[in-house]
């Protein structure tokens, strides 16, 4: 009987190790790996159009970096690969040390996880200050940002856009969905 690679429980280096298709990509949750379902182009080109708007605001703020898909390491056994991470931390590693803004495209295949499990791990890291869930479906951002006290979020549904905290400017919905039909 064949064992399925979801069935092998492994640590986060361990998985960093782990090469599996070259087609696939994978997280690690809970020491058990998980492909992650491939996004639709509206998907890929909000993903893009969310690094080119971060990119612009950190140009002269080294060693401040954005990536995309940059991996975050949560825990000793879990591994998620954001859409788009920005850090003020140098590394070669392959994971993002110090994740401050991190952002996921809502898709239906990764909808109830990103904003379930994956934002409360995300939550928990002492860095991170600001979350971006960007939806691929509709012209809808949800915003969080770390208070003093815990965390606050807002939705901007068609808005014209939102001040992010981290970049330290006014970010438009329209540069977010950009070459979409959103």
Sequence with gaps: MATSLEDLPMTVA????????SDRRYELVDGRIRMMAAGS?????????????????????PPCRVQVEGGVQV?????????????????????????????EVLSPGTRAQDKGRKLDDYKALPSVAEIWLVDSERRCVQVWWREVDGWSARDFLGAAGFESRVLEDRI???RLYRNTEL
């Excluded at 361990?14 to 298709?21: I, K, T, V, Y």
């Excluded at 182009?41 to 703020?61: F, K, L, Q, S, Y």
């Excluded at 591994?79 to 803004?101: I, K, N």
């Design 41 to 61: 182009n509206d998907h890929g080109t909000i993903a893009g159009n969310c690094w080119g708007e971060i990119d612009r605001r950190i140009e002269r703020r």
């Design 75 to 103: 825990s000793d056994d879990t591994f998620y690969v954001a859409d788009v991470v920005m850090t003020c931390r140098p590394s070669r590693e392959q994971t993002v040390r110090d994740p401050l803004l991190i952002v």
């Design 172 to 174: 438009a919905l329209d």
């Design 14 to 21: 361990e998985f960093l190790r782990f090469e599996g298709e």
